[in-house]
């Protein structure tokens, strides 16, 4: 091993060691590789951060468009039940009387052109 990459015995191991090329913190950890470990750390923390708050913002629209949802059904069976009462023919048997209709003196069936002329 060379001088600046094994560890000293004792400290008169020191003496004419280049500590200029060795750069360690207090724990022993070179200080560029913890650099780049706190960075990456950094950029998941604030990855995970944007995530949260777009998780947030989905489940916010997602409540809204359930809000919405909830109120257009209720729309619907409204108009739904004004149609069936449009179309009661009790409702409409009197409407028509209130206009002046009455019920036909005759009925004339008229034949089919195609039927007439198919048959011989």
Known sequence: MSASTRRPASPGDLV???????????????????????????????????????ILRVRYALGQAVIEEKTLVQE???????????????????????????RPDQILELEDGARALQQP
Not at 25 to 37: D, H, M, N, Q, V
């Open 16 to 54: 004419g060691r280049d500590f200029a090329r060795v750069r360690l913190t207090a724990s022993g950890i070179r200080a560029r590789p913890l650099g780049w470990i706190l960075f990456t750390a950094f950029l998941c923390a604030f990855a995970i951060a944007v995530l949260r708050i777009d």
């Open 76 to 102: 619907l069976r409204r108009e739904s039940a004004t149609l069936e009462t449009l179309r009661d023919p009790a409702r409409l048997a009197e409407l028509a009387h209130e206009r002046g209709f009455r």
